[in-house]
């Protein structure tokens, strides 16, 4: 069985699901994945940014990570997600670089690989399984395999038990939620390696 390849992928305004992703990241090397960590470019204009502080701080705070790439979709055997809601969907920023695929999606190259996601909000019904769901929609027109943690370990019920990812409110990832991600990364990296062989 080859070791598979899982890009994490996400978009954070002010540190939540970066926060995740690394600890996704960390998760996922664990299981014996080869990992890409990969942040969704911003697209908010510049003085919006800026005029935010804690915006600004969190943006510079992620420079050194690389901005995904149509190459980095094209590499991985499995994905995993992890982005904010804004108004009930994915922040626009990721919506912006999944537009971007069309190329890939044509020629077949996101069809069979893996797909989780999780997400934040602002409150625990501020979209975060809405979010989820749209998501997973895009990736079921990728023709990709669903991974959702289901009620498959503790740390989901011990995080909120939500079935189809990990969410939580802004600001409020800790250990409980840092277990939840773990399993969700360790059972896509699982999943994964029996898919891709």
């Given at each position: 069985m080859s070791q598979p390849k899982?890009?994490?992928?996400?978009?954070?305004?002010?540190?939540?699901?970066?926060a995740v992703a690394m600890a996704a990241a960390d998760a996922a090397r664990a299981a014996g994945a080869d990992v890409r960590l990969r942040r969704v470019s911003e697209t908010a204009p510049k003085d919006v940014v800026e005029g935010q502080d804690a915006w600004k701080a969190q943006l510079e705070k992620m420079g050194d990570i690389p901005e995904v790439t149509a190459d980095d979709m094209d590499w991985a055997d499995g994905y995993f997600f992890s982005a904010p809601t804004r108004f009930g969907v994915v922040a626009s920023q990721v919506r912006a670089f999944i537009d971007t695929l069309g190329g890939l999606w044509g020629a077949g190259k996101l069809a069979n690989k893996t797909f989780t996601?999780?997400?934040s909000a602002g409150s625990p019904h501020g979209g975060q399984e809405a979010t989820?769901?749209?998501l997973y929609t895009t990736a079921m027109h990728w023709g990709a395999v669903i991974v959702a943690p289901g009620f498959t370990d503790q740390s989901i019920f011990d995080a909120g038990?939500?079935?189809?990812?990990?969410s939580t409110n802004a600001n409020g990832f800790d250990d409980t939620g840092k277990a939840a991600v773990g399993h969700q990364a360790k059972r896509l990296v699982e999943m994964t390696a029996k898919i891709a062989g």
């Open positions: 899982i890009a994490v992928i996400f978009y954070s305004t002010y540190g939540t699901n970066h996601a999780t997400t989820l769901l749209s038990g939500n079935p189809y990812g990990f």
